[in-house]
Nanobody, 129 residues
């Protein structure tokens, strides 16, 4: 059974940085995409970044490209989301997700919330101006 546990959220002033971690247990094949969604108050869940387990191919939403970096440490079964130059509009609940899919789908961002069976509990990020 795949289990995802996020940590690292918190409060930060605009311009600051935070690093989220997602420990993913139970993933025994390399054809998994591990990603991050966020949900801002009153908004739908938004995909923001993903990484393909086998080769580290990545996807970023335009809203975070150049500011956020997703990385993995397979030895630790951990995926990180380094968030820099934070903005108030980054305030959201951040969710780690995982699902088996093709590299093309993962790295192109062709995925929606309903395609992921495995979700973490979420971690809150609050950015003040």
């Amino acid at each position: 059974q795949v289990k995802l546990v996020e940590s690292g959220g918190g409060s930060m002033q605009a311009g600051g940085s935070l690093r989220l971690s997602c420990v993913a247990s139970g993933i025994f094949v390399s054809s998994f995409c591990v990603g991050w969604f966020r949900q801002r108050p009153g908004k739908e869940r938004e995909r923001i970044a993903g990484i393909y387990r086998s080769d580290g191919s990545t996807y970023y939403a335009d809203s975070v490209k150049g500011r956020f970096t997703i990385a993995q440490d397979n030895a630790k079964n951990t995926v990180y989301l380094e968030m820099n130059a934070l903005k108030p509009e980054d305030t959201a609940m951040y969710y780690c997700v995982a699902e088996q899919m093709s590299k093309l789908d993962c790295s192109s961002g062709h995925w929606s919330p309903r395609e992921f069976n495995y979700w973490g509990q979420g971690t809150q990020v609050t950015v003040s101006s």
